[in-house]
């Protein structure tokens, strides 16, 4: 007994070392309980990309940039925390460029906190939660998913497969002046402009989603679109059972990032195995041809082409893309899925943004293909 409580007391006594060495080592936490790798450390690179969601997404770690997460839950705010880790790698004159993926609130005051300091520093905002003047004054580049075109879509994908109903379904009622309101008001005048009867489902219980599905009146030809991720798990099930289309989703790559919910294997660094693990899942489940997603994870998108146009501008010393140029980063890394990309346009004054670009793509329909959404184009009555 004495030589395996040795060897136990050994084990133990390594693994804490590791453990403590470890942390302290490699920086893993500051005291104050800011975001993974926040320290300055050797193994420091010119891009840093922070991601202010708790979704990692299925691109994984990137050998082109250093990807630091937001500590959730934390006593400290996301804007402060943001704050502090842009104060932090911007004191680094290794770091070229910092990527914040999504800008959320309090972005544009700490871009423009960091920029006097680091005149000299590339600033990237990805699907910013800000006022689009406050964020294009104070970053060097911005680009958003463009979700007015997004929304539009799902309709324009259930008027080409023949629904006559789309219903709206939420777990509760969205605010009308708040980001969902506004989606839900697209897709109310874009099912009218189709010729489409448009249903609210907005619900207070999760418990009474699947009953939604009893409101169907012309069976197949009933298109939902799913608000929520609470909502989506439950409704999309019940619909893959009962029939209907899922014809657009928000978060719109929700699924992708959580095949699993569909009964697919979990999120690969690979998005086409994605899709085609989902593919597999719900064709099984009796769902092809009913079941539309985007072409390819947005926000994986972006960051993916983001990182290849600093590479680029770092090493070339060139200024920020242009659209063309975007695009052509965004099919690069997307294995070219047809993507549509424009300046913003400020829509009280007509002037075009100089620096931030807004972005769809072509639709994808599981076990059917590709939907050519991005050869067409969003009327401007949808804008805001």
């Not at 693994?15 to 490699?26: D, I, M, N």
């Not at 958003?144 to 777990?171: H, I, K, M, N």
Request: glycine share 8%; with cysteine; charged share 20%.
């Amino acid at each position: 007994m004495k030589p395996c409580f040795t060897l136990t007391k050994i084990i133990v006594l390594s693994y804490f070392l590791t453990l403590v060495l470890g942390l302290s080592c490699s920086g893993k936490f500051d005291r104050e309980g800011l975001a993974a790798e926040a320290q300055l450390s050797s193994d420091a690179k010119e891009i840093v990309i922070i991601n202010t969601s708790s979704a990692k997404g299925i691109q994984g770690e990137t050998m082109a940039a250093r990807r630091l997460f937001l500590v959730k839950p934390s006593e400290i705010s996301p804007a402060e925390q943001l704050s502090r880790l842009l104060a932090v790698q911007g004191a680094d004159t290794r770091v070229k460029a910092i990527v914040v993926s999504p800008a959320i609130r309090g972005t544009a005051s700490a871009f423009a906190s960091l920029r006097e300091k680091r005149p000299d520093l590339l600033l990237y905002a990805i699907d910013s939660e800000e006022d689009y003047l406050e964020i294009e004054e104070s970053a060097t580049f911005v680009v958003s998913t463009d979700q007015e075109a997004v929304a539009y879509s799902a309709v324009w994908a259930a008027a080409r497969l023949g629904c006559t109903r789309f219903v709206y379904v939420a777990s509760r009622p969205p605010q009308p002046d708040g980001e969902a309101g506004h989606r839900q008001a697209v897709l109310a005048k874009a099912a009218a402009e189709f010729g489409l009867d448009f249903a609210d489902a907005s619900l207070v219980s999760n418990e009474a989603l699947p009953l939604v599905i009893g409101m169907k009146s012309a069976g197949s030809k009933t298109a939902f679109y799913l608000a929520g991720e609470s909502v989506i798990e439950p409704m999309l099930a019940a619909i893959v059972q009962e029939g209907g289309i899922v014809a657009g989703m928000y978060p719109g790559s929700f699924l992708m990032e959580h095949p699993e919910l569909a009964g697919a294997a979990p999120p690969v660094a690979d998005p086409a195995s994605v899709l085609a693990s989902l593919e597999k899942a719900i064709g099984l489940q009796g769902g092809s041809g009913r079941l539309v997603l985007p072409g390819y994870p947005e926000g994986a998108a972006l960051e993916a082409a983001v990182i290849l146009s600093l590479q680029q501008s770092i090493q070339n010393k060139t200024g920020k893309p242009d659209s063309a140029q975007f695009h052509v980063f965004l099919r690069q890394v997307t294995s070219n899925i047809s993507w549509r990309v424009d300046y913003s346009m400020d829509r009280q004054t007509g002037v075009r943004s100089r620096n931030h670009l807004l972005v769809f793509q072509d639709l994808y329909l599981i076990g059917r293909g590709y939907l050519p959404f991005t050869k067409g184009t969003i009327p401007d009555g949808y804008r805001r």
